[in-house]
């Protein structure tokens, strides 16, 4: 196959025989190669085709800075889960969960763990999925010796019921994208930016937005997890984001007769810190 583009030296884009864009990766496949070269089969470890344009630029940028192992476990998770399910998934997936996985693990060797609020709702609800991250986390505890915690089994269970785009989604997807596009709003005007749509950290910012403005359509809210101290670290670490979630939380409060709980809160606070200071530092 010939080198179409050098993403690092394990990764890079060929074009097959129709001229269309495939990305190959295997140890060191790019090493002292430049674009024309060419690869050998034989040292091609996966290919992955995304159809979809936004996720496949998407995912050009995101493998760059990502261990190929951590990639590999992501892509065998998500071809375990079309095979179980026999259901599409979106080609997002490939973001969403590879990142989620790398995320975790780096996050659980760095002595963080996350809990998940959702996890009773997750396994009753999307039992097939649940099972399917189960089966990720052991194969993550073979691979890499990380015991990660079930919480994780539920992020993976959400990731994949939320690629699947299914009918409860759509229903409400002009309310769902109604919240998201107010707590947009008010991140845009409290910072006074314009947010770049292609950005891997807006889009890691929507999709938690996504699962928040998703709850709150459907009025299923949860209890609050005794997480006062960390909110009160991150709250101390990331002001300006805080008062922002502040401005969210007088907001929906007042619109929709909600108040967010210390879980939420929490979350919400990290994902506007990290997309606000990712645009700030462009």
């Not at 495939?22 to 002292?32: A, E, T």
């Not at 996985?101 to 396994?123: E, Q």
């Not at 989604?169 to 947009?184: A, D, G, S």
């Not at 005794?226 to 101390?236: F, M, P, R, S």
Request: net charge neutral; aromatic share 12%; charged share 30%.
């Amino acid at each position: 196959m010939q080198i179409y583009k050098v993403l690092n030296n394990n990764v890079a884009i060929v074009l097959d025989e129709k001229g269309q864009e495939k990305i190959v990766m295997g140890r060191g496949i790019c090493f002292k190669k430049k674009m024309g070269d060419i690869i050998s089969p034989e040292m091609i470890d996966k290919t992955f085709f995304l159809s979809n344009v936004d996720a496949n630029n998407k995912f050009q940028v995101l493998i760059q800075d990502i261990p190929l192992e951590h990639i590999a476990i992501g892509e065998e998770i998500i071809s375990e889960a079309k095979k179980r399910l026999g259901k599409k998934l979106n080609d997002m997936i490939y973001i969403s969960l590879i990142d989620h996985v790398h995320t975790s693990i780096i996050r659980f060797l760095d002595g963080v763990t996350v809990k998940n609020v959702l996890l009773w709702d997750i396994r009753r609800f999307y039992k097939e999925e649940f099972q399917i991250g189960l089966w990720a986390l052991e194969q993550i505890k073979e691979k890499f010796k990380v015991e990660l915690p079930v919480d994780e089994a539920g992020f993976i269970a959400l990731h994949l019921a939320n690629a699947q785009m299914d009918e409860s989604i759509m229903h409400n997807m002009y309310e769902i994208t109604k919240v998201m596009q107010e707590v947009v709003n008010i991140v845009k005007y409290y910072f006074h930016i314009d947010f770049n749509e292609d950005d891997l950290y807006y889009y890691r910012f929507i999709t938690h937005l996504k699962f928040f403005a998703k709850r709150l359509v459907e009025r299923k809210f949860y209890e609050d997890e005794d997480n006062g101290d960390l909110l009160e670290v991150i709250q101390n670490k990331y002001p300006k984001a805080y008062g922002c979630v502040e401005k969210i939380t007088i907001f929906i409060a007042k619109k929709y007769e909600h108040q967010l709980s210390k879980e939420e809160k929490l979350y919400l606070t990290i994902h506007i810190a990290r997309v606000v200071q990712k645009m700030q530092h462009k």
